[in-house]
């Protein structure tokens, strides 16, 4: 029992846990995730680690689903201890994937409870946790792990009321313009009333936007979003944009690409004046099983790795902008294929770096493949390291994960006579928090 996730785990030598050692306590600056604000501002409580683990989890959904559990498990109307007991029980057959190591580390960091979960313990374990629950809430897990910045991820139109310092934890919006993408008129009418524009033409459009951008770093913005399919393949004229966005409502596929192209640029240009940092997200399909997307709605564990982003289409909008024009860009890539081409890119643009193991590439050989392709195609040491992407407020195990592997990954540079150890512990500081501390000025 007492090699089970003991401290050295996924260390495999001296040399990386004196890495790690060097990186483990060092605050959390959390600059890509979906948490709620709103329950951090109400410090908020949960019911019982089902509550915790189970309310919004798509990853564990999807886990369950894999296995065979009746949906009533997962997302219908069974009580939370239902749910949790569902979830213990399949839990042995993730052995290996991320859910696996994540769940076992948040139930020792969190609730200090060091013991495997399954079929067997779950009743054990259910109760244990649930009586340390109860001198938690959602700002002292917060506080448990050392949370010093959080980005969440806002839409133009949101008033962003809950964004503001917490104890130690400063929390900030995130311009995420998805919606911005469809054109539809009655979108476009909402965000012309949040700002206080009457959109009638292109221009218009263009000063609400920029108007919303205003408020958002008011609030304390620094990071913009985008997650899309695929690069746009076309980008209108000021003259063709100005004629398009008249015919809102109406546009044919090719001219709504030909008018994200031009918006895209027009916002980018905007984020350089405003030091915004952007994140690219891309090559996912969404929703693919359609009969479940209409019973429970989105991001529900229906998404999954989409085609590889068209490099042309890529390359071709990394130089529609100059590097005066262009601000710091991350790439995050869903499918792995293209780690390596899209890091020799970067190297052609700039301030383009490329992101975290995103999603189903955040597992022990993904962070691991992602940290050699950016190493051996674009520069390691000025990588920003992890983040959660989670709606989850236990999930900062995740960051922990990510130490231990980047920890070992350098070790083995240093064990080889590859490396020298001082410079070792500077590189891990710097990706674990000191790159994007800097980054964000904070």
């Known amino acids: 029992m007492e090699q089970f996730f003991n401290d050295k785990m996924l260390l495999k030598s001296d040399t990386a846990v004196t890495l790690y050692n060097e990186i483990k306590d060092l605050p959390i600056i959390d600059y890509h995730c979906h948490l709620d604000q709103k329950m951090i501002a109400n410090d908020a409580t949960f019911k019982d680690i089902g509550d915790l683990w189970l309310s919004g989890d798509h990853y564990k959904w999807r886990a369950m689903r894999m296995c065979g559990v009746d949906e009533k498990y997962i997302t219908g109307d069974s009580t939370y201890e239902e749910k949790f007991m569902h979830y213990a029980e399949i839990l042995p057959n993730l052995m290996g994937g991320p859910l696996y190591y994540w769940t076992h580390m948040e139930l020792k960091q969190v609730f200090g409870i060091n013991k495997p979960l399954n079929k067997n313990t779950a009743k054990e374990i259910y109760k244990e946790a649930n009586e340390k629950l109860k001198t938690l809430s959602v700002r002292k897990l917060l506080k448990l792990f050392n949370v010093e910045f959080v980005a969440t991820t806002d839409d133009p139109i949101e008033n962003l009321e809950y964004h503001k310092k917490y104890d130690d934890t400063l929390v900030t919006p995130t311009f995420r313009p998805d919606k911005l993408y469809n054109f539809d008129k009655e979108y476009i009418a909402k965000l012309g009333e949040t700002a206080g524009i009457k959109i009638n033409s292109l221009e218009d459009y263009k000063n609400a936007l920029r108007q919303r951008l205003d408020f958002f770093v008011s609030k304390g913005c620094r990071i913009s979003d985008h997650g899309f399919s695929d690069f746009p393949s076309k980008y209108a004229s000021e003259e063709e944009a100005k004629e398009l966005f008249k015919k809102v409502g109406s546009l044919s596929s090719e001219e709504k690409d030909a008018l994200l192209g031009y918006l895209f640029i027009f916002l980018f240009k905007e984020y350089k004046k405003r030091n915004i940092i952007v994140q690219l997200h891309f090559s996912v399909t969404r929703n693919i099983n359609s ?152």
């Open 291 to 442: 009969e479940m997307f209409k019973k429970i709605g989105p991001d529900a564990g229906f998404d999954v790795i989409g085609k590889e982003c068209d490099l042309n289409y890529c390359m071709k909008f990394l130089d529609k902008l100059s590097d005066e024009e262009r601000p710091v860009v991350i790439l995050y890539t869903l499918n792995p294929n293209q780690i390596a081409p899209l890091s020799c890119i970067s190297g052609a643009f700039r301030n383009v770096l490329i992101g975290a193991a995103w999603w189903f590439n955040d597992t022990l050989l993904g962070i691991r493949r992602n940290l050699e392709l950016v190493s051996e195609y674009a520069c390691i040491g000025t990588n920003l390291g992890m983040l959660t992407d989670s709606r989850s407020f236990s999930s900062y195990s995740r960051f922990d994960f990510f130490r231990r592997i980047l920890a070992n990954f350098v070790a083995e540079k240093v064990e080889a006579g590859e490396y020298k150890l001082e410079d070792a512990k500077t590189l891990v500081k710097n990706i674990s928090y000191y790159n994007i501390k800097g980054r964000l000025g904070i």
